[in-house]
């Protein structure tokens, strides 16, 4: 029992003596590497907990907003509630600058994003070291996004996003080539066509990997004009079309691959109730 007590002695002190010459050289490289002078956006996090077995660092209280003189196109203002770091590969971490990690856990976001230009002009991110994940969760996502160049906008609420086995080769470009197998849900997603004349509404969104099937408990088409001022605002001739449908199956779908081509591929696809009127 002496034997034993002073084993756990020993190793409760060396775990107390790492966590506490860890913690401040690990927030200290997070900060710098987050508020670099290059950066177009100010980072600040209210606590940062490290724990021992197994390695792992929480964030909690995250907040980014752009810096007022920024040059980038994406203007952003938001917050998460927590990011969990579970699993870190350490050795591999300090004397192969690779990144592996077990799982990461991102709760409660709620961003809010301005971009001001067109997609193409992004610049593509280029990683600098190999970066293996197994599994990514977005718990509980609340996302607005407007294009300030037109009248596009994009929104989604209560979004769960998880992402498996994520494994990014250095000096490849962060692109959704990196998404290999995704499950989804949401309790809806609202987009305004980037001419302003229409709003797509889905609710109710699920998406499971292993099935392969994207289900949609509705999803309405509404033009934000009446039929004749709609169709006086186009040079040509345009149907007004008003929709609603419910209860929709796409079967043999793969997310996976919808992301990278922007395809939309299925053998079969299956809707409960469709009313519709056109004009």
């Not at 710098?32 to 209280?61: F, H, Q, R």
């Not at 979004?159 to 080539?177: A, F, I, W």
């Not at 001739?237 to 919808?258: L, M, V």
Request: charged share 20%.
């Amino acid at each position: 029992m002496k034997i034993l007590l002073g084993i756990v002695t020993i190793v409760l002190l060396i775990v107390f003596l790492i966590a506490l010459g860890v913690k401040p050289w690990v927030t200290r490289k997070i900060e710098i590497a987050l508020n670099e002078n290059k950066s177009d956006y100010i980072v600040t996090i209210d606590k940062i907990n490290i724990s021992i077995i197994p390695l792992g660092i929480g964030l909690e209280g995250i907040k980014i907003c752009s810096k007022k003189d920024h040059s980038g196109i994406a203007d952003i203002n938001g917050e998460t509630g927590s990011i969990k770091l579970i699993g870190i590969n350490l050795v591999k971490a300090i004397f192969r600058k690779d990144i592996n990690i077990r799982k990461i856990v991102i709760f409660e976001s709620t961003f809010k994003v301005n971009i001001s230009s067109s997609r193409d002009t992004l610049i593509p991110i280029v990683l600098p070291m190999n970066i293996r994940i197994g599994n990514i969760l977005f718990d509980k996502v609340n996302l607005s996004v407007k294009n300030s160049a037109n009248a596009a906008s994009y929104s989604l609420t209560d979004g769960v996003l998880r992402l498996y086995d994520v494994h990014v080769e250095k000096q490849d470009t962060l692109s959704p080539e990196i998404i290999r197998q995704v499950d989804f849900e949401a309790k809806e997603v609202v987009s305004v066509s980037s001419d302003g004349m229409q709003t797509f509404q889905a609710g109710g969104i699920t998406y499971s990997a292993n099935s392969n099937i994207l289900a949609i408990n509705s999803f309405y088409v509404q033009p934000n004009y009446p039929d004749y001022d709609f169709t006086s605002r186009y040079e040509f001739q345009k149907s007004r079309i008003e929709a609603g449908f419910s209860n929709i199956f796409i079967r043999d779908f793969s997310a996976a691959d919808y992301f990278r081509s922007g395809n939309l591929i299925s053998s079969n696809i299956e809707i409960g109730k469709m009313d519709m009127k056109a004009f």
